[in-house]
């Protein structure tokens, strides 16, 4: 067993892919910026000085201290400083960002499900399903994706009980942008499974009565998953952005438990009265995770494209 697995990673450390991003300076910086960020903030708990999102931690007299000054009333100091409520801004960056990576994670792969689903029959059935199903992308890729969130966000409160909406805010959330960010997953497995079914596996699988999701799910979909992979990491950060401009506009997570894109809210309402850390540290952070998630869905696009070998 350990020398299977010992096997395995070793030619996974000799293989084209990993050499590419041993040569790459961007992506290996871009990796270490995201996966510092990510244990960051899984590990917040561990990490952060406080609970911001314990009421009774917060004491409103440490509220506006600057970073690494000492608060005239209770003595305290804090690293990043703190915001209108007290709350430690180091904490709420490493809580915010935990938040916005499972909003993120979790409507890529909502929306990964739709989409590949939805390609793989389109593309596997053509006729008038195939027909259907890219009208609908079509229609959805002529609007911006931020306002068809927009919209699905605001009809599925309209339909939750007021008193559970600050409870299902959040999958109502994932649900909004996973909704508004399928089309292109379909679109790319639609053109390659339409391309593999007429390959030669693929007919020799129907011919001796192979069942179609059978060939779907264990033939075509492995030999498809690489440009899907490719725009899954883009639209992790892209996923980010959107909950970030959701939550910035104020339609996205309750207040009592701010993302990144809360934070940098709430910190615009104090930029101009002097208080910039509360604005500027998370909107670092946020820049940070969505530029390194961006890089390195660029390098693994170049990587995983033939022409560019």
């Given at each position: 067993?350990?020398?299977?697995?010992?096997?395995?990673?070793?030619?996974?450390?000799?293989?084209?892919?990993?050499?590419?991003?041993?040569?790459?300076?961007?992506?290996?910086?871009?990796?270490?910026?995201?996966?510092?960020?990510?244990?960051?903030?899984?590990?917040?708990?561990?990490?952060?000085?406080?609970?911001?999102?314990?009421?009774?931690?917060?004491?409103?007299?440490?509220?506006?201290?600057?970073?690494?000054?000492?608060?005239?009333?209770?003595?305290?100091?804090?690293?990043?400083?703190?915001?209108?409520?007290?709350?430690?801004?180091l904490s709420t960056i490493l809580y915010g960002a935990r938040l916005s990576l499972f909003v993120g994670v979790m409507a890529v792969l909502f929306a990964m499900l739709l989409g590949i689903g939805a390609g793989l029959i389109a593309g596997w059935r053509g006729g008038w399903v195939d027909t259907v199903l890219m009208r609908v992308a079509d229609v959805q890729l002529s609007f911006p994706s931020i306002l068809i969130a927009l919209l699905i966000f605001g009809v599925a409160r309209g339909l939750i009980a007021?008193?559970?909406?600050?409870?299902?805010?959040?999958?109502?959330?994932?649900?909004?942008?996973?909704?508004?960010?399928?089309?292109?997953?379909?679109?790319?497995?639609?053109?390659?499974?339409?391309?593999?079914?007429?390959?030669?596996?693929?007919?020799?699988?129907?011919?001796?009565?192979?069942?179609?999701?059978?060939?779907?799910?264990?033939?075509?979909?492995?030999?498809?998953?690489?440009?899907?992979?490719?725009?899954?990491?883009?639209?992790?950060?892209?996923?980010?952005?959107?909950?970030?401009?959701?939550?910035?506009?104020?339609?996205?997570?309750?207040?009592?438990?701010?993302?990144?894109?809360?934070?940098?809210?709430?910190?615009?309402?104090?930029?101009?009265?002097?208080?910039?850390?509360?604005?500027?540290?998370?909107?670092?952070?946020?820049?940070?995770?969505?530029?390194?998630?961006?890089?390195?869905?660029?390098?693994?696009?170049?990587?995983?494209?033939?022409?560019?070998?």
């Amino acid at each position: 067993m350990m020398a299977r697995l010992s096997d395995s990673l070793t030619r996974a450390y000799h293989s084209d892919l990993a050499y590419n991003f041993r040569k790459s300076p961007v992506a290996v910086l871009a990796a270490l910026v995201a996966l510092s960020l990510v244990l960051a903030a899984v590990f917040a708990p561990l990490l952060a000085p406080s609970n911001p999102y314990d009421p009774a931690s917060l004491n409103l007299m440490d509220g506006f201290t600057p970073p690494m000054t000492e608060n005239a009333f209770t003595g305290n100091s804090y690293l990043l400083g703190t915001d209108n409520q007290g709350r430690d801004v180091l904490s709420t960056i490493l809580y915010g960002a935990r938040l916005s990576l499972f909003v993120g994670v979790m409507a890529v792969l909502f929306a990964m499900l739709l989409g590949i689903g939805a390609g793989l029959i389109a593309g596997w059935r053509g006729g008038w399903v195939d027909t259907v199903l890219m009208r609908v992308a079509d229609v959805q890729l002529s609007f911006p994706s931020i306002l068809i969130a927009l919209l699905i966000f605001g009809v599925a409160r309209g339909l939750i009980a007021p008193d559970q909406r600050d409870t299902m805010a959040i999958w109502v959330l994932i649900i909004s942008i996973g909704l508004s960010d399928w089309v292109q997953y379909a679109r790319v497995v639609r053109s390659a499974t339409m391309v593999e079914k007429n390959k030669e596996y693929v007919q020799a699988a129907r011919i001796i009565g192979v069942r179609p999701v059978v060939i779907l799910t264990r033939h075509i979909l492995p030999n498809v998953m690489g440009p899907v992979l490719v725009i899954a990491t883009i639209g992790l950060a892209l996923a980010i952005i959107a909950e970030a401009t959701l939550s910035f506009l104020g339609v996205g997570v309750p207040p009592t438990e701010p993302s990144l894109g809360t934070l940098i809210r709430i910190g615009q309402q104090y930029l101009f009265s002097g208080e910039w850390w509360i604005l500027l540290f998370p909107a670092i952070a946020l820049l940070a995770l969505a530029l390194s998630v961006n890089l390195l869905g660029d390098w693994l696009r170049d990587a995983l494209n033939p022409r560019l070998r």
